[in-house]
Each structure stands twice: as structure tokens, then as C-alpha cells.
């Protein structure tokens, strides 16, 4: 038998409110994890290193009008 997905909400709906972080916690561990990418990665130091060396502005500082 193929589950469907229109068949996990619907087990979703009768199971306990007690038992449902045990089913999040079971759920969550299918959900891929992002890496993030080398350009990604690099933009990441390159941030981390600016706000480091004061190189940032805070939101106070900005115009929003």
C-alpha cells in the first residue's frame, strides 16, 4: 500500500495532543538539513568580521521613510 500524504494528515488529526511532540520529533528527523553553499559560507565570515570591526549599521541609523 502507498501512504499518501492526505492519509498521514489524517493521522495526524486523531492522535493524542499529548503524543504530538513525539510525532513532530519522529516528522522532523525526514526534513533535509540546508548546507549553505561556499559563496554562502564566505558571505557568513565576511559578515561575522564587520560587525567584529564595528563595519555595520544599526537600525537605528537607517532612514526607513
Request: with cysteine.
Amino acid at each position: 500500500m502507498n501512504t499518501t500524504r492526505q492519509q498521514l494528515h489524517s493521522l495526524i488529526d486523531v492522535i493524542d495532543s499529548r503524543e504530538l511532540n513525539v510525532i513532530y520529533q519522529v516528522l522532523v528527523k525526514f526534513i533535509p538539513v540546508d548546507e549553505p553553499l561556499p559563496d554562502e559560507i564566505e558571505a557568513i565570515k565576511m559578515g561575522r568580521k564587520e560587525i567584529m570591526c564595528g563595519e555595520t549599521v544599526s537600525h537605528a541609523d537607517i532612514n526607513w521613510d
